[in-house]
């Protein structure tokens, strides 16, 4: 069983920039790909990076040029780095892990089956 942990969220003023972390709980030897996704009300859920075990990563449009996906594997972590945030960047943002499939992208989107999720956290942007 793999246990993910997001933390770090928060409210910010557009232009202001958040480093969410995600802890995990196992090495991530074990683990092939790893991701970020944001959910706003009444949206689908979107995803955002990938980083695979090897450090490629992978962006989506909506992050490409101010989020930076990043992996400290001595601490078992995750980041996501976000800079010139937006209001619309306002979103439940969850990391999600898949344990066998490397990271690949599917019409623009992260194309994994991401099997193990965290509980999220939350970002609100004002203006």
């Known amino acids: 069983q793999v246990q993910l942990v997001e933390s770090g969220g928060g409210s910010v003023q557009a232009g202001g920039s958040l480093n969410l972390s995600c802890a995990v709980s196992?090495?991530?030897?074990?683990?092939?790909?790893m991701g970020w996704f944001r959910q706003a009300p009444g949206k689908e859920r979107e995803g955002l990076a990938s980083?695979?075990?090897?450090?490629?990563?992978r962006y989506t449009d909506s992050a490409k040029g101010r989020f930076t996906i990043s992996q400290d594997n001595s601490k078992n972590t995750l980041y996501l780095q976000m800079n010139s945030l937006k209001p619309e960047d306002t979103a439940m943002y969850y990391c999600?892990?898949?344990?066998?499939?490397?990271?690949?992208?599917?019409?623009?989107?992260?194309?994994?089956?991401?099997?193990?999720w965290g509980q999220g956290t939350q970002v609100t942007v004002s203006e």
């Open positions: 196992v090495y991530p030897s074990r683990v092939a790909c």
């Open positions: 999600a892990a898949d344990l066998y499939q490397l990271c690949y992208l599917h019409s623009g989107n992260l194309g994994n089956r991401f099997g193990y």
């Open positions: 980083i695979a075990i090897s450090g490629t990563t």
